[in-house]
């Protein structure tokens, strides 16, 4: 009896090999499994993994029945392929759910955001904000008119040209994949008003999306992530407007002047230097030939006035010294024009047409 439970526990091992083979459906099965565990990981791995189990238990299920003709067999395989086929129905419902339907949106994700690393979830809560919604814009039709179109929205050119201009004259194309309206967006605060100081008009046949500006501060303040993506897109985007510019900017002689020197202030205002008897080279020139007289004259530098013997030298009081600085200046007239305290212009007025 001992031997008996012994036998059924630990059977005994064969005691020569069959040189029968067990048929196609049986060695096409198992080469079917072979590949499909060559699968990797992730959802689209599993699906392929998946992809070919299923095949490969149904070869099985089939070798079982016809072949075999075990009971045992049929059963296991049967339960293994039911298992996953529900595995694939899930899998193809989970790719369908993290996948991006619109064309457009995908290939936003693709040329823009998946550089920068952005997790596909991340960047459908993004576009929920805009309500997936791809907006058009005609050739000719405006977007925004200065001084006229309040500034409550920002949006993002997909495709297409927008030209800037300002009192009709041309400042610098936006292209795709570029904010439409960026400079605007971070002139203001979330509690302030404005309106567009520059016309925007479609060169051609454009696509963009738009965030309103309510929904898409409310989205910025919940997540951090989102708030900064959108901080870095917007501060490239306003450095290529910012270049865009440098290019339409040129001083008298010629020659290109970058925007980041201190002198800038110099070349958007002109008039400033010009508004009472010429520019600031004239009046250098003018101090420089007044120096010349006095080095030339000796009399007129070693001559100093008398000074009266009847009044006493006073003794002078301690207290604050108080400078020219301090001192409200009275008659802004009387100074040089570049002293006089005036406003710097926001953006230049006088550059040349292309």
């Not at 060695?27 to 565990?37: D, E, K």
């Not at 003018?286 to 006095?294: F, K, L, T, Y």
Request: with cysteine.
């Amino acid at each position: 009896r001992n031997n008996t439970k012994f036998n059924l526990l630990f059977p005994p091992l064969c005691d020569g090999w069959s040189n029968n083979t067990e048929g196609a459906i049986y060695q096409l099965g198992n080469t079917i499994l072979f590949l499909g565990y060559m699968g990797g990981s992730g959802a689209y791995g599993c699906l392929f993994i998946f992809s070919f189990l299923s095949p490969g238990f149904l070869c099985l299920l089939l070798w079982g029945v016809l072949t075999v003709c075990g009971l045992d067999v049929f059963t296991w395989n049967l339960l293994l392929l039911l298992v996953c086929l529900l595995q694939l129905c899930h899998l193809l419902y989970r790719v369908h759910q993290e996948g991006i339907h619109s064309e457009e949106l995908a290939s936003l994700y693709q040329a823009v955001y998946l550089p920068l690393g952005v997790p596909v979830q991340v960047f459908k809560e993004i576009a929920k904000a805009f309500e997936n919604k791809v907006l058009e814009l005609k050739a000719g039709e405006t977007y925004a008119v200065e001084g006229k179109t309040p500034i409550d929205q920002l949006s993002f050119l997909l495709s297409g040209r927008i030209n800037v201009s300002l009192e009709g004259q041309f400042l610098h194309y936006i292209h795709r994949h570029q904010f439409l309206d960026s400079p605007e967006w971070e002139s203001l605060r979330p509690n302030e008003e404005g309106k567009f100081q520059v016309t925007l008009t479609a060169e051609e046949d454009s696509c963009y999306i738009s965030w309103r500006r309510r929904r898409l501060y409310m989205l910025i303040s919940k997540d951090r992530y989102i708030a900064r993506l959108f901080s870095i897109m917007l501060g490239h985007d306003i450095a290529e407007k910012l270049y865009n510019l440098n290019n339409k900017l040129y001083i008298k002689s010629g020659v290109l002047l970058d925007i980041r020197l201190p002198s800038l202030y110099h070349v958007l205002a002109p008039a400033l230097q010009g508004s009472e008897g010429g520019s600031g080279s004239d009046g250098g020139t003018a101090r420089e030939q007044q120096a010349e007289q006095h080095i030339q004259d000796p009399e007129l530098t070693y001559q100093m006035p008398d000074r009266p013997q009847s009044q006493p030298l006073q003794p002078k009081l301690q207290g604050p010294k108080t400078t020219a600085l301090d001192e409200p200046l009275r008659g802004d007239g009387n100074l040089p024009p570049r002293f006089q305290r005036v406003r710097a212009p926001l953006a230049p007025t006088d550059t040349p047409k292309l």
